[in-house]
């Protein structure tokens, strides 16, 4: 293979390789759009409506949905059934194939955001919880680091491909100097996984990365000791 025609293989595989992160992106994105899409139309008929009890099983992974759980009252205490697809004249029954057909979707790429989502469910055997996602990611990513860091303004973020991380939080910005005012996160391993998750979903939506992520300030160095890229962004929190 001649130099030139070399360069050329190389750089069409590299065109294909970014088209598969895009594609990846884009069905990730549909995914979450999905669920999104989704808990509204729930909510909208069921207002205290937090998980979903499914099952998903056999050769074609079809989905059972059991029925819509609210909030688990207490540490010991079981979610609460808000419907369990039997009551007659119930609002959701509108949409029960809707659920059905939307879970299905959402969950059949393995790579799908919305496995985040889903944990066991410990009060039935057989079944999965998937937690409705919060109706604002951004007041819920402030509620939590505020948990820790009462006086966070902003977050730093690092959505690259090891990972996406809080790697900064930012008290009283904006100030003239953004680097004296950013910290390292002090955050639990919960705390941290919820985060982690929120902040990728942001990053994956771009209607809510346009609204809530912008440039780092000027003079930011980042906490690893490494450059800064385009996946680096800052977060500001909405006010409390």
């Known amino acids: 293979m001649t130099p030139a025609a070399h360069d050329h293989v190389s750089i069409l595989a590299q ?10 992106r884009a069905e990730q994105a549909h995914c979450l759009s999905i669920i999104d899409h989704l808990a509204a139309k729930i909510r909208t008929r069921c207002p205290e409506a937090a998980y979903i009890a499914f099952d998903r099983a056999g050769e074609h992974r079809a989905v059972t949905v059991y029925g819509v759980l609210g909030e688990q009252p207490s540490p010991l205490g079981a979610c609460p059934w808000l419907w369990d697809g039997t009551e007659s ?26 496995w985040a989502f889903v944990r066991r469910d410990t009060g039935m055997d057989g079944s999965w919880l998937l937690e409705l996602p919060p109706v604002d990611r951004a007041a819920r990513v402030a509620e939590l680091m505020r948990g820790r860091h009462p006086a966070a303004t902003a977050i730093i973020v690092d959505g690259r491909a090891a990972g996406v991380r809080v790697v900064r939080v930012v008290e009283d910005w904006p100030d003239d100097d953004p680097q004296t005012r950013a910290v390292r996160p002090r955050l639990s391993r919960a705390c941290d996984g919820a985060l982690t998750r929120l902040v990728a979903q942001v990053l994956l939506l771009p209607p809510l990365a346009d609204r809530h992520l912008m440039p780092v300030p000027g003079g930011f160095v980042h906490s690893h000791g490494v450059s800064t890229s385009d996946q680096v962004r800052l977060m500001p929190l909405p006010s409390a």
């Open 89 to 114: 004249g119930h609002p959701l029954n509108e949409i029960d194939a809707d659920i059905t057909l939307d879970i299905e979707y959402a969950l059949l790429p393995p790579t799908s955001p919305v």
């Open 15 to 24: 065109q294909r390789e970014d088209l598969s992160l895009a594609l990846r």
